[in-house]
């Protein structure tokens, strides 16, 4: 290889591509139309202010008018309004915020609220700042802390031989410095920074300010208005370097945190509008452009975008009147051009004539991977993405410069309803600003992300130059002139270039030279049936010739005149250079639908893709290209039947870089999964390849029946996988050679068909049956089949327990005032034990673009209204992993109608539980097998078209999951083949994005109520001898047992003194006493009593007799269980009665001992001896432990208190701990945290302390 010179000038032109788009050449030709006075919404992760290229455009104007976050995670509630008191406010984090006397309020009120810093940081970010902090604020302070624990350990141990009671609980306490250091080492889980936030009004617009001190001293914080007023940002910190905007909603009682939610918003914009001044070099395709910023990434949701932040955002758009939208997202959809999420964008499309630019998707090589909205709606220019030389060398530093060409997983038209799917192409790759919170500048990306902005940037330039020179294009227009102005490149197929790469220069002067032209602002819409082209792919299909009606139709800019619609009258030439497509000639078409006739004859076209255009041509005007497209795609698939033995094999295929073989096969009837073997002839050549294969089933995306692989083929090496196919449909099969992937090679590969077909889709088992059955045939060829059923979770339906509908606020109105609503449903679940969940709504789930509602976003908390985490459309990518406890379920659907709304009041909601052990059931044979549980199926080999029934028995009711009842149900997979490949393609799902993930043969299994539980024979005995009771006598007891439970209702001794009299033995009329007492509002002043109730309850337990019970491990008496059950009464009565004691003997004492004096003021001390408390405390505190370990939780609170007396404050904390395990409450949060701030662990108790306001929240976060 020749050497390169070392002072060899640098590629700069290919880090961010404008030579092969004609933007280069355009602005040396017109260097001031670099995109002046064009407005670009970019909608993705949010725009970094502060990052480079991103402060002013080329004439000097503020670069990004607005920055705004339509999702809603960066909302804080600042409903809470207070007014300080001596130049201080209580933060809800608990911190006391000082007022800076500068701060200008006249009201003197301020809105407050509390934000958690890792609820809205990008993942990236959190991730470097919990492994920082951990370094700094964590590591150094415990290390100290244990080695000093260990320290006094030692010494300890080395001093210390034979223990007295006291040493030993001194040694205990020792012990626990240690263990309990360890333990939160364990633990350790970073809160992150916690933010008091503060809103108002100083007399002339709102203002706000976050406390980035984290210690209350404002003084040093940012104070900032909406960010549309004054441009104005500010950082979270230096080792964050997060730049921060806000903008205030609803007077103040909402705050909207702005920040990006990943690099890539940032990148996007850069490509599109970067400006730098001292490098013009790294300038950004259109410099001299704005930016709309708005963030459609839903943090909590890991930028996912979501109906909400779209809607929202096409909203602003359309108020800040933008020229142009990039988008830079995008999903698969089940079905194109249709759904609320599209009607907005084509709204602001053809109504505000917004040009909307968006990525067609990088789900390639396959045809029809295109997404939504890029490649599958009508107003939206979806763009491609190649790869030049320049960029190769550039920005990929590969060691030799291949040819242009596409990327491998651009993605690929046409659309499932026939439309092109691609528009225009653009470089893919670019090396740009990333935000400053990345640690870096620039840094590289690829994607059609990255070729959208870069044609989205062209496209300002042309509109730029056409503004300043008084031309206004409409939508329609600008986007003929690119498609008939792009240069297709060479070998690239239409399905992946679309009409070709766009270029600039030739787009502007195509718009100059026709803007005068009657047709120049017209659009047109094709319909085909309810199709947008002709695509005919299946089998049936291309059987024999077919007819299509096809309607053409004028579409005006909004607010033409009516004079001009009635005048227009085009006399258009049809043509069509497929000699198998005929279609009439010409077509006089004035202000309707009119149609005509194209008939598309397959029969006799050659095995595999074919592709055709029917243009529509202005005979007057014919050098201005076709005004509309009717684009026809047909597929002849290759048959495989018996006569190929089911197979087909290429031998000696040549493959480039980047070279791509597509194979379009008809799946044999009978067929469910196919097995691909590829060997590589190559000795020096190791290769990568993309194998993807894809079956388009109709109402379904094509992510539903896709199998994907990106694989590594060593030299002279070979590999096999499986995927499942769809018998009698043409399934897509593409092996292509990676862009990148260097050299060239020889590879031979065959695709082998297997046919195990069950007669059902999906198996449904219901438990009552007893035996449920199943048919197995082998169409195609011998197969081992050895079925088995796994079940791995269950499902646990909920309907709502409240539904709330209101209309929404002011980011929530759509043009013409037409106002949003929401319904809020609450659905509440219990977790029986730890375990990974996966909520979604059934009805809802796995839409998106092509919902009818405006979102669907679901918010989960626990008990204590502590967000646990978020979902939308797709919610196998939203599982949690839950402790056991109660959760609550908050469910948004948004929508222009309340009425639909009203309709979802009883919507139900599912939560699926991870089963910790797989679930296997019994197959049988025959019947008689199943009935009697003998003799399970083994493997058997089927020959071709025969076929085996089996017999499924139910799970033993000792199986069933915990919590699991009727109307619940278990979910699995049934897997028939027993060759490897055959199982794997059995569970085969694209590995690329898990948004479609299914089981191939889903099984069902439906629970029935469980058995009924025998009576206890003891208690019925005990009625027995009930009966034989005095009435009177009944009658007095049954008054008794009345007027206790009404003891603890009332304040007064008065029934306690009544009954005593009469019940002085009774038991529970002393326990209810005694927990009278200790529940009473003025506690603390009735301690001791408290003390004399509970040594009355105590000597009336014959604590001999329960001790001897409690020793005995069979009881023969015929009363043995009503003896057993009043013994475990006493017993429970006992520990309470000690533990309530000991509680109020150590109260006494931490009231004696505390230093303020407050509680001794209230009630006289004189009767209370320190040294005789101690000494009963102490008592109580062995005697306890004779019946009940220290650790039970009945006891917890005993235990820390006496610990607390005996300021052991280890042994404190170790209870406080399991007490808070127990109950978690911010109270018990609390303590633990005085306890580690006593043993002088101040790095714990400042994290626990950051944990408060994120595990005990007010309310539940908004959405």
């Known amino acids: 290889m020749a050497a390169h010179p070392a002072d060899e000038s640098f590629p700069f032109h290919g880090l ?19 995109g002046r006075g064009v407005l670009i919404a970019i909608l993705d992760t949010g725009v970094d202010p502060g990052a480079p290229g991103m402060q002013i455009t080329s004439d000097g104007k503020p670069k990004i008018v607005d920055i705004i976050d339509s999702t809603g995670s960066g909302d804080v509630d600042t409903s809470t309004v207070v007014e300080p008191k001596d130049g201080t406010i209580p933060g809800l984090s608990g911190r006391t915020l000082k007022i800076p006397v500068t701060w200008k309020n006249p009201s ?3 809105h407050i609220g509390v934000k958690n810093g890792f609820e809205f940081f990008p993942k990236a970010l959190k991730e470097r700042l919990q492994k920082e902090r951990r ?9 100290a802390a244990l080695a000093e624990a260990c320290r006094k350990q030692e010494e ?45 009004h100083d007399g002339e617009t709102w203002r706000a300010c976050l406390d980035t001190s984290e210690c209350g001293d404002l003084g040093c914080c940012t104070v900032l208005r909406n960010y549309k007023e004054a441009q104005e940002h500010a950082s979270l910190g230096n ?3 997060l730049n921060y905007s806000v903008n205030v909603y609803e007077e103040g009682s909402i705050l909207c945190i702005v920040t990006s939610g990943g690099a890539h918003g940032t990148h996007v914009a850069s490509i599109a509008a970067g400006y730098f001044p001292e490098e013009p070099e790294r300038n950004g395709v259109a410099p001299g452009a704005q930016i709309l910023a708005i963030k459609i990434g839903d943090t909590r949701l890991s930028t996912m975008e979501t109906g909400t932040g779209l809607i929202r955002a096409m909203i602003e758009v359309i108020k800040y009147k933008c020229d142009l939208v990039n988008y830079s997202y995008g999903e698969a959809t089940h079905w194109p051009n249709s759904g609320r999420i599209c009607e907005v964008i084509n709204e602001a499309v053809w109504k505000h004539n917004v040009i909307y630019v968006s990525s067609a998707g990088n789900n390639g090589p396959c045809l029809s991977t295109v997404g939504c909205p890029g490649g599958t709606t009508s107003s939206v220019i979806g763009v491609g993405a190649y790869v030049t030389p320049d960029m190769m060398t550039a920005e990929y530093s590969l060691r030799e410069k291949l040819p242009a060409n596409q990327y491998t997983w651009s993605s690929r038209g046409p659309t499932i309803d026939g439309a092109l799917g691609v528009s225009i192409s653009a470089p893919g790759g670019a090396i740009a600003s990333v935000p400053n919170w990345t640690l870096r500048g620039t840094q590289l990306m690829n994607g059609t992300s990255m070729s959208s902005p870069n044609a989205c940037g062209g496209i300002a330039l042309v509109l730029s130059g056409l503004k300043s020179n008084g031309i206004q294009p409409t939508a329609f227009a600008v986007r003929r002139a690119l498609e008939n102005t792009a240069v297709k490149m060479d070998d690239i197929e239409v399905f992946a270039q679309g009409h070709g790469t766009i270029q600039v220069d030739k787009a502007y002067d195509y718009l100059t030279q026709h803007a005068s032209l009657p047709t120049s602002n017209l659009g047109f819409t094709v319909t085909v049936g309810n199709h947008r082209g002709v695509y005919l792919r299946n089998p049936v299909e291309i059987s024999s010739p077919s007819d299509h009606a096809v309607g053409i139709e004028p579409v005006f800019p909004e607010n033409t005149d009516n004079s001009e619609r009635i005048s227009l009258q085009l006399h258009l030439a049809l043509t069509c250079s497929a000699s198998w497509v005929q279609c009439p000639s010409h077509l006089e078409l004035m202000n309707q639908c009119r149609h005509v006739n194209v008939r598309v004859d397959p029969q006799g076209l050659r095995e595999g893709l074919h592709y055709t255009e029917v243009c529509g041509y202005d005979v007057s005007t014919p050098n201005v290209g076709p005004l509309f497209r009717v684009p026809i795609t047909v597929i002849i698939p290759t048959k495989v039947n018996e006569s190929t033995a089911y197979e087909v094999h290429f031998n000696n295929v040549y493959f480039k870089p980047g070279q791509i073989r597509r194979h379009f096969l008809q799946v044999p009837q009978g067929a469910r999964w196919a097995e691909l073997t590829i060997t590589s002839h190559s000795h020096d050549v190791s290769s990568k390849f993309v194998l993807h294969a894809i079956h388009l089933v109709k109402q379904k995306a094509y992510r539903a029946n896709e199998f994907y692989k990106f694989s590594s083929l060593l030299e002279k090496g070979s590999l096999t996988e499986a995927f499942p196919v769809l018998e009698g449909r043409t399934v897509e099969f593409c092996i292509a050679r990676w862009w990148a992937s260097l050299g060239d090679v020889t590879i031979d590969y065959s695709i082998s068909f297997h046919g195990v077909t069950c007669s059902t889709s999906q198996l449904h088992i219901h438990a009552s049956e007893g035996i449920s059955s199943f048919e197995v045939l082998s169409a195609l060829k011998y197969e081992e089949i050895s079925p088995s059923i796994n079940l791995k979770n269950w499902v646990q339906p909920l309907r709502p327990v409240s539904a709330k509908t209101r209309s929404l606020a002011s980011r929530d109105i759509l043009p013409n005032n037409r106002q949003l609503y929401e319904i809020v449903l609450t659905y509440n679940f219990t977790q029986t034990k730890s375990g990974e969940v996966t909520p979604s709504c059934p009805l809802l789930c796995e839409l998106l673009y092509e919902s009818e509602f405006d979102s669907q976003l679901w918010m989960l908390f626990d008990q204590n209204k502590r967000l646990i985490g978020s979902g939308d459309a797709y919610p196998h990518q939203y599982s949690l992993k839950l ?34 052990n797989t679930l296997s059931l019994d197959i049988y044979e025959t019947h008689k097998n199943a009935l009697l549980s003998k003799k399970k199926a083994n493997t058997i080999t089927l020959p071709p078209n025969c076929s085996q029934s089996f017999f499924v028995t139910s799970l033993p009711d000792d199986k069933i999951p915990k919590g699991a009842g009727p109307g619940c149900y278990l979910t699995g997979s049934l897997i028939v083949p027993k060759s490897e490949y055959g199982k794997k393609a059995g569970q085969a799902a694209s590995k690329r994005q898990r948004k479609f993930k299914k089981d191939v043969l889903p099984v069902y299994y439906h629970l029935i109520p469980p058995p009924n539980k025998t009576k206890n024979g003891g208690k019925e005995k005990e009625k027995d ?65 408290i003390v004399v109730a509970a040594d009355v309850v105590l000597s009336s337990i014959d604590q001999t007799a329960l001790a001897v019970h409690l020793t005995m491990k069979t009881d023969p008496r015929p009363d043995a269980a009503t003896i057993k059950s009043d013994m475990e009464k006493q017993k429970s009565s006992l520990i309470d009665a000690l533990c309530r004691k000991g509680c109020a003997l150590a109260d006494k004492l931490l009231r004696l001992l505390s230093q303020d004096g407050a509680a001794s003021e209230e009630v006289s001390s004189t009767e209370d001896d320190p040294e005789g408390c101690l000494k009963d405390l102490t008592d109580t505190f062995w005697e306890i432990q004779k019946w009940v370990d220290l650790t039970d939780s009945k006891v917890l609170t005993f235990a820390y208190k006496h610990a607390l007396v005996n300021k052991m404050y280890g042994r404190a904390l170790k209870y406080a701990t399991k007490i808070v395990e127990e109950k978690p409450s911010k109270e018990n949060c609390t303590n633990c945290i005085q306890l580690m701030k006593s043993l002088g662990w101040t790095h714990s108790a400042a994290f626990a302390d950051n944990w408060l306001p994120v595990m005990y929240p007010t309310d539940y976060t908004p959405f």
């Open 108 to 110: 003197g009120k301020y």
């Open 156 to 200: 300890f141990d080395s001093t210390h031989t034979n223990l007295s009671q006291a040493e030993k609980l001194l040694k205990e306490e020792l012990q626990c410095h240690t263990e309990l250091l360890n333990s939160l080492e364990k633990k350790y889980n970073d809160p992150g920074p916690v933010y008091d936030c503060l809103v108002w």
């Open 1025 to 1089: 001898t009930d009966k034989e009771k005095d009435v009177k006598e009944e009658f007095a007891e049954a008054m008794r047992d009345l007027k206790i439970q009404w003891m603890t209702k009332l304040d007064t001794s008065g029934l306690y003194d009544e009954l005593k009299e009469t019940f002085s033995n009774h038991l529970p009329l002393h326990v209810t006493r005694l927990q009278q007492l200790d529940s009473e509002k003025e506690r603390m002043k009735r301690l001791n009593e």
């Open 883 to 916: 402790e056991k406890g109660d959760y609550t379920i908050r469910l948004q659907v948004r929508h222009e109608q309340i009425c639909e709304l009203e309709r979802l009041k009883d919507l139900p909601f599912i939560v699926s539980h991870r089963l910790s």
């Open 16 to 34: 961010l591509p404008k030579k092969e788009t004609g933007a280069a050449s355009f602005l040396i030709r017109y260097p001031e139309y670099d």
């Open 239 to 241: 080792s964050e370097m």
């Open 135 to 143: 370094e700094k604020l964590w590591d150094p302070a415990h290390r």
